[in-house]
């Protein structure tokens, strides 16, 4: 009966990780195509052992059920118990290299330096909002002060620093360019959030008193939900903000309404 | 040995017998049936949990009578949820698991199985479970305080956890919290000292330490995991209470601003509390787990009925888990804003650590092979832990690598692995404990029929919950969220979370047949033989029942590892390890 549940288990769960139904969200950057991959490869792997050993474990419980007249058979001989291990361990520790291979270096690859040219976007989280900064012609942000935090300057920017001027502040909003590689400053004003693009496979904790930077080029357009992944508080669940992707000149006219709206 | 002989016949009073009690049975008993008090108050918790997130912001204006605060107008607050949530971790990751594995099945279990009178500090044994008691006790006070009990998690990571204006229940709820932690804390050092010291110091004549069972290499190495790193946990909290009652900026940068007020903390670095918390959280799975893993092979070398396979091999893996468990934290944050460098070390690491855990799996796997397997009540549930830990282990893969990690971080698919991993197959290492036990500790045997289907019902209720979570966070379900039919990405997985509730009330009422079982058999159940199972350990050859200082006017002297069992003499098949030495003492098997 063991056996049978097993079986069932195995093909069930086959079933549940082969259907498209319920799978990834639908990918929409460069380097999402190689955590998708690697994602892949590791179902495959995994998949291969858990299949392996959920049946193996059911043809034992039939095969070795205690019967009538059938007595157990000891064939454990010293020295064998030591090889097995040895043998597990090499094994084991290959799939694990595999593994660890396969993903880390994409891994080191995407904490790289970006490649030149790309836009800076500051990012700031707050309960329960997101606020993005575009630093505008001079490719500089503004100087921000905690102490002049306020409703109506909610980043705290100060109005002295000519650098700040021409800053351009969007809350909730995000949009980015097109197959353009983009670096994300990221900041937080109170606890910890998470920048979460599902659809674009990029998750960083967002830590006050941090500015931690990540840089991803989206491939495709469209627009696209941000969640903040980390607990932060009662608004956790609705902390959420839209992304969207578009070509160059829809940019630029969208920027430039959103600076002059703001003047 | 060195413990002094008591004797047996030492009379005492009801309350030092039973309340006040040194003796390491009655005190190993006290900390189960508060462990299992615990255990049903936090899965009350998640079936509320699971009633918000099958059926977001519904009405349930019954629940309103109960809780006129966190359902006010039938309908559960954001802030409520988190509560559940907080507290539905805090006590069954530690004062549920810690403290049911090493606290009951290493209290009772211990002495007997090495041969000693008790433990080796009864005094401080019996005060560990007095401060249990209270931390337990104060923990469930948070919710009665104003603002109710803390929302930042199990993990309570700071600055949420270190402000009081961050959120409902950040106040007095956060402090009890860590309060509770604290006692609990002290009361595990005065428990895992005590097993240290009396699996070390008083194992009875010939009972070295590769005649010990299984189930004592597991509790050893949990014991030391412990003594390690609970220390740390301590620490960290009194630096957060320190945070948050005292002024002080260790957990709290400079330039908060929280609803428009400047918080005057400066100097301190938020990730300085993952790197402590984790330390001590994630070395915890295997608090848990490895003494689950004792109980399991000990279960199944008794009803493999021959030698187990690789009882030194078993040994030297729980080693290795003890070293490599303290490495591994790092794979919690890599995407905390840790160094990525780290994050390919603790990538590696963690990867490592499936070595050890692996080959623990192959050896009752492959102890199978060959054997006249009894497939009793507690085999069932034996066996149902392997299947789940292989199947809550092979998650693993994904979220100890950093790449893969990336996307399935704060998912579902993090909360099926571990609930898989760190919750399942524990519970079901349990569940095999006391019906392998029952007999032993109370003279009767549990009922076989009933047991069965508690078996069936669990193992299914495991698998629909936690396999179908995975697939959700595959789909990139969001944990910790009160309402996730918020985003839209989300929205075609809301069958999923209505399925898994179910699930979880059908796995949740599933368990009113063992509590039945327990509590029918425990008066009424057939009387059992002195040793039902035929095993070889020495707490089947102490006098029924057993009295304080369990043996009689010797400790048993031992002859041989526990595993001898198809002993070819044409008796019995099994050959207890203080049976007196026989022709067969040399036989290797």
């Given amino acids: ?70 007595p157990a058979q000891c064939w454990v001989r010293p020295g064998l118990e030591k090889r097995f291990a040895v043998i597990a361990a090499v094994i084991i520790f290959g799939v694990d290299i595999a593994i660890f291979a396969m993903g880390e270096s994409e891994w080191f690859k995407a904490w790289g330096a970006a490649p030149p040219g ?59 360019v097109v197959d353009k590689p983009v670096r ?80 | ?77 954001p802030e409520f949820y988190l509560a559940l949530q907080t507290m539905h971790g805090t006590i069954m990751a530690i004062f549920v698991l810690t403290a049911l594995f090493t606290g009951a099945f290493g209290n009772y279990l211990i002495p007997l199985q090495i041969g000693a009178r008790d433990m080796a500090f009864p005094l401080l044994n019996m005060l560990s479970y007095w401060v ?14 104003e603002g109710g009990a803390p929302i930042s998690g199990w993990t309570a990571y700071a ?91 260790f957990f709290v940068p400079a330039g908060l601003v929280m609803g428009d007020k400047l918080i005057p903390h400066s100097g301190g670095h938020p990730l300085l509390w993952q790197h402590l918390f ?64 780290l994050g390919g070390f603790f990538a590696l690491a963690t990867l490592l650590i499936t070595v050890p855990s692996a080959i623990l799996v192959l050896c009752w796997v492959v102890s199978l092979y060959g054997a006249r397997i009894q497939f009793t009540t507690p085999m069932l549930f034996a066996l149902g832990f392997v299947s789940i830990f292989v199947t809550g282990g092979l998650g693993g893969f994904f979220l100890g690598s950093a790449w893969t990690d990336i996307q399935l971080h704060d998912t579902y698919f993090v909360v099926g692995h571990f609930h898989l991993t760190m919750a399942m197959s524990p519970l079901f290492a349990a569940f095999a404990g006391v019906y392998y036990w029952f007999p032993r500790i109370s003279g009767r045997m549990m009922n076989e029929r009933l047991g069965r289907v508690h078996f069936w019902i669990s193992i299914a209720g495991a698998y629909a919950i936690f396999l179908t979570m995975h697939v959700m966070g595959v789909g990139g379900m969001l944990r910790h969220s009160y309402d996730t039919t918020q985003y839209d990405f989300l929205k075609h997985l809301q069958p999923l979370n209505v399925f898994v509730s179910f699930a979880a009330f059908a796995l949740a009422a599933s368990q009113l047949i063992f509590i039945l079982n327990f509590l029918v ?41 526990p595993y001898d069992y198809m002993v070819p003499d044409g008796g019995e098949d099994f050959l207890p390890q203080n049976a007196p030495a026989a022709v067969l003492e040399n036989k290797r098997f």
């Fill in chain 2, 278 to 341: 984790w330390f001590f959280g994630h070395p915890e799975v295997y608090i848990v787990i490895v003494p689950a893993m004792g109980i399991a092979a000990e279960i199944i070398a008794t009803f493999i009925r021959k030698p187990v396979f690789g009882y030194r091999i078993m040994a030297g893996c729980w080693i290795a888990v003890v070293a490599l468990s303290m490495v591994v934290w790092g794979h919690h944050m890599f995407v905390s804003g840790m160094n990525p460098f």
């Fill in chain 1, 118 to 176: 790309a836009e800076i976007i500051e990012v700031t989280g707050e309960q329960f909002m997101w606020h993005f900064r575009y630093p505008g012609q001079d490719k500089s942000f503004g100087r921000t002060e905690p102490r002049l935090v306020s409703a109506t300057n909610p980043l705290g920017l100060d109005p002295q620093d000519p650098a700040g001027k021409d800053d351009v502040l969007s809350t909730n909003l995000l949009h980015l």
């Fill in chain 2, 1 to 77: 040995m060195y413990l002094v002989e008591t004797g047996s016949e030492h009379k005492a009073g009801f309350i030092r017998k039973y309340v006040f009690s040194t003796d390491h049975k009655i005190v190993g008993l006290q900390y189960f049936f508060t462990a299992f008090a615990m255990a049903i108050f936090g899965g009350l918790l998640s079936i509320l949990m699971r009633l918000q997130l099958g059926w977001p912001s519904r009405m349930w204006p019954m629940l309103e009578t109960i809780f006129p605060v966190g359902m006010a107008g039938g309908v559960m607050s």
């Fill in chain 2, 132 to 145: 249990y008691l209270l931390s337990c006790i104060v923990l469930v006070l948070a919710f009665f305080v």
């Fill in chain 2, 159 to 249: 600055p949420l956890s270190a402000i009081p204006e961050s959120g409902p229940g950040q106040a007095m709820g956060q402090n009890l919290w860590l309060v509770a932690i604290a006692l609990f804390t002290v009361s595990s050092m005065m428990g895992v000292l005590n097993y240290i010291t009396t699996i070390v110091q008083a194992r009875t004549k010939g009972m070295t330490m590769s005649r010990v069972p299984l189930n004592i290499w597991g509790m050893l190495s949990a014991s030391i995991i412990s003594i390690m790193v609970f220390p740390v946990l301590l620490g960290a909290g009194v630096l957060l209470l320190a945070d948050r009652i005292g002024g002080t900026s």
């Fill in chain 1, 1 to 70: 009966m063991l056996a049978a549940f097993l079986v069932l288990l195995v093909v069930f769960s086959a079933g549940l990780f082969l259907q498209r139904q319920w799978w990834l969200p639908s990918l929409a950057s460069v380097h999402g195509v190689d955590i998708d991959r690697v994602f892949l490869a590791t179902l495959v792997i995994t998949g291969v052992l858990f299949i392996g050993l959920q049946l193996l474990l059911a043809y034992f419980s039939v095969r070795y059920r205690e019967q009538q007249g059938r």
């Fill in chain 2, 521 to 561: 058999s425990l008066f009424r159940g057939p009387r059992a033989e002195a040793n039902p199972w035929k095993a070889n350990t020495l707490e089947w050859a102490a006098p029924a029942p057993i009295p304080h200082g369990n043996w009689g006017a010797v400790t048993p002297e031992v002859h041989r590892w």
């Fill in chain 1, 184 to 263: 994300l400053q990221l900041r937080a004003k109170d606890v910890i959030h998470s920048f979460f693009l599902p659809n674009l496979r990029v998750k960083q904790d967002v830590v006050p008193g941090m500015r931690i930077e990540v840089w991803f080029q989206p491939a495709k357009a469209g627009v696209y939900e941000i969640a903040c992944a980390q607990l932060c508080g009662l608004g956790h669940y609705r902390m959420r903000a839209f992304l969207t992707v578009q070509p160059q000149a829809e940019f630029e006219k969208w920027l430039t309404e959103l600076r002059e709206g703001g003047d």
